[in-house]
Every structure is written in structure tokens, then in C-alpha cells.
């Protein structure tokens, strides 16, 4: 690269700041002659809070550039091109393994009955807050008022009743890509809490126990590599309590986050074995082999675009975003860098057969060749974005058959041959990818506390940290938790019960209680 290094990062830093100036400027008053409006001072790198002073409005800030744009209906907000991307490579790689599966996707109505909705107690208890309820068509009250699905058994449901009659019916294995709704709710956060959203949901049902509670376990660890081997957010495989599992199910198991920031957990996906409650209610029977009459086994599980969120939360700096090469719509910028009196064409023609040569190879790559931007400009404007690798190709680059490459991740530069490139930025991507997870696990590992008493739990939740605490299982004692803890941040509640469980020596008591403890228990507050 021509010149110092210092001295180029002070006068691209100085360009960018100049150059946010200026655009303000000419939006406001459309002339160059009139007064300066006043704009809110930035940060060199275009964020004008830091990640551990103010999270809520970093986070924000962080979505609103090219992830999502607001809505003029509070809780709904428009996803762009770029957050879109990220869903379809995760798309892409779930729907894969579903084929492998035999799962076949489908598409049910957003519309529910009232008497579908309600023909499963428990479960329409626990979504009746959130409902949203179609009441009128134009000027007209509809006769019967219909909901907008929250989930979709009760829309499903019926009509596996009429699909399975016999024992070669099953298993019976259907998934659909959509949107639900879930209208009641405080904070709207983008991609975290909204009151519309997309996932994927699975619906599946099998003659025995056996089938159902392997399949749980099998999609729970695709969720898992969606998380770990995609998003590179290290999560915790495990069971739901009685109070936490999902509305009318046997049981659920889910993979559970950790934001160090805020300390709090996410609930990153579930999967849940229904038992026969459902096909009890919907009356799923078919003829097995005997030619007796039996009840189906069922599962659901699924994930939603809240997986954008987690990885958002989990790897952001007082840039913008950074993406996991394996899920960034766009893994390596290329970025010319000509100086007065430059070849400016021969280094524009440079990042154009270096694009070609990436993509070529397999690797997501574009270049940015825009005119109207100094490179200053675009190092912070693809920062802000998240891609995983820049390179630069300067005249000194195009000499030298070079180029600089400058890892997102952890800013290391290295001045690369071309000859050599693209194996030497798959590796990168490859290191990359594999030092984000490390560097999330150690932050989630570190906020990791062992507690056995009330005391030690109260004093671990008030430094926001991940508590492990050995528990006796009991509902009330879940509930009292919840009583203790209330606070203007939200209670804390158990997360997940690991799956990979410590040792718990005999004579081990509840933290909470003072029973003898049963199991290890994930504890903290949630968004």
C-alpha cells in the first residue's frame, strides 16, 4: 500500500467524518451555499453510541443500517435486502437437511377458526394474550370473528385427522416457511420481539413414542449447528421446565443463548414433543398393523428470524456488525484505493478479476467501485455491514501484483501475492469463522456462575450472569423464584435444564428451596 499506515488511517477517518458532514448537509438543503444543519456527532466509524454504554440504542443503530428499516405499526418492521440474505443462507442449509429428513414443505392459512383455535385448553390459554383477531371485512362486523395464526397446530391438526387412517400413513412429516403473529407484548425489539415474524415450523406425527422423541433430538442439533456452525453463537442444548415448555406438549427441549451484555438469555429455538394431547383433541387415529385403533405421537419444532438477532447481539462492535463468513450475504469487499495520478482504471480492472476469480471459487464477493465515495467512506460503510474480509488494491498493490487484505473480525492486515489468493481468503474465512465462536463462547463462559445458595444466586443475577444452580425440579419453587426476583429488568427463570449435566453430589439441596436437589438448572433473566 502506498504511504504509512498511521497516516492513512488518519486521513481516511478524516474523510469519513468529513464526508458524513457534507452528505447531511446537501440532503437538508439540496445547495451547497446554505447554513450547515446541525447534525448529532458520530463516531469516526458512524455509530454515535458505544456497544457497552448504551446496548439498547448501539443495537438499534446496528439494525437500522441496511438490516431493517421501522414501520409505522409499532413491534412490525420491514427486513432488507441484506438481513434477508442471511435468512436465505439458513434457508437454504435447514430446508437441505429436511429433505434428508423426508420432511415435505407445505403451506397452511394465516386464518383460524375460534372453534379450532380453542379446542386445545391449555394451548389457547397460554397464546390468548397474544392473538390477533380479524373482526371486520370493510365497513361490515364478520359474523364469525377469525385469528391470525400465533402457531400452527391448531390450524394443522384437523386435517392430519382426515390425512392418517392407517398405519402406512405414518409417519406423516410436513414443514411450511412463514409468518406468524403475536400481537401482546411490551419492548418491541427488532428481530428479537416483533409482533410479526418468519420462521420455519415442523409438524410431524409417528405410530410410536420411540420415533418422536428421536426426531426431538435430531432437529434440536440442527438448530445447534444453525447457531454454533453458521452464526457462530455457542448455545446450551436442553430441557424446558414444566412452566417454560410449550402450551399443551409433552415436553420441550431448546438451545439456549447468552448475551453478556445485558445478561440475559435468549431462547434460540425449540423442539418439542407434543405427546398425544393434540391427537387426543383432534381425534389423529389411524389402524395400526393389528388392526386396533391407536393415537399418533407428534412433534413440532422451529426457528425464527430471532436467530438474526442472537448473532447480532452476540458479535457487534463499536463499528457496526460483524457476520460469520458462512452466513454473510456478501463475504469479501474488494475496494479500490487509486491516489492522485494513479492508473485508476488498471486498479479498477485489478478488483474486477479479483471479484471474478472469488466467486469463481465459490466465495461471495463483490467489488465497490462507486465514484462518489473515497475508500475511506466504504471501509466504514462495509464495516458498518458486517462482511468478514476487505481488500484493498492500491498502485503500490498493482506494482507489487498484491493486495492488503483486512479481517473484519480482529483488523489484522496482511499484503497478500495474487497468485496466491483465493486459497490463502478461504482460509481466512475458515479462520475467521472459527475465531468468532471462540472468542463468543470464552465472553459466554466467563459469565458462567455456580451457585448453591439463595444468597450466592441473588448477588450472581445482580452482575448479569449465567447462573448454574442445582434445583429441585418444583413448579411453585420456579414460581416463588420468579416472585423474588421481580424487578423493573423482569424475573429471573430457569432457561434450560443442560442436557450434558454436571455431577451432583448426594445431599445436594435446592438453591431456592433447600430440598434435596434433583438436577442442574440454567437460571437468569430473558428477553
Known sequence: ??????????????????????????????????????????????????KDENFGEWYSEVCKHEMIEYYDISGCYILRPWSMSIWEIMHAFFDAELKKMKVKNCYFPLFVSPGALERETDHIEGFAP???????????????????????????????????????DLPLKLNQWCNVVRWEFSNPTPFIRSREFLWQEGHTAYATKEEADAEVLHVLELYRRIYEEYLAVPIVKGMKSENEKFAGGLYTTSVEAFIPNTGRGVQGATSHCLGQNFAKMFEINYENEKGETAMVWQNSWAYTTRTIG????????????????????????????????????????????????????????????????????????????????????????????????????????????????VEHVKELLVKIQENMFEVAKQKREACVEVVKTWDEFSNALKEKKLILAPWCDEKEVEIDVKQRTKGETGAAKTLCSPFDQPELPEGTLCFASGKPAKKWTYWGRSY
Open 130 to 168: 397474544e392473538v390477533a383477531w380479524v373482526t371486520k371485512s370493510g365497513k361490515s362486523d364478520l359474523e364469525v370473528p377469525l385469528a391470525i395464526r400465533p402457531t400452527s397446530e391448531t390450524v394443522m391438526y384437523p386435517y392430519f385427522s382426515k390425512w392418517i387412517r392407517g398405519h402406512r
Open 310 to 421: 442472537v448473532m447480532i447481539m452476540t458479535h457487534g462492535d463499536d463499528k457496526g456488525l460483524i457476520l460469520p463468513p458462512k452466513i454473510a450475504p456478501v463475504q469479501v469487499v474488494v475496494i479500490p484505493v487509486p491516489y492522485k495520478d494513479a492508473n485508476t482504471q488498471g486498479i479498477f480492472d485489478a478488483c474486477i478479476a479479483t471479484v471474478s476469480a472469488l466467486s469463481e471459487a465459490g466465495i461471495r464477493a463483490e467489488e465497490d467501485l462507486r465514484d462518489n465515495y473515497s475508500p475511506g467512506w466504504k471501509y466504514s460503510n462495509w464495516e458498518m455491514k458486517g462482511v468478514p474480509l476487505r481488500i484493498e488494491i492500491g498502485p503500490r498493490d498493482l506494482e507489487n501484483d498484491q493486495v492488503r487484505t483486512v479481517r473484519r473480525d480482529n483488523g489484522v492486515k496482511e499484503d497478500i501475492p495474487r497468485g496466491g489468493l
Open 1 to 50: 500500500m502506498d504511504g504509512p499506515s498511521e497516516k492513512k488511517e488518519k486521513v481516511v477517518k478524516e474523510k469519513v467524518v468529513k464526508e458524513k458532514v457534507v452528505k447531511e448537509k446537501g440532503a437538508t438543503s439540496g445547495q451547497g451555499g446554505k447554513k450547515k444543519k446541525d447534525v448529532k456527532k458520530e463516531t469516526g466509524l458512524g455509530l454515535s453510541v458505544k
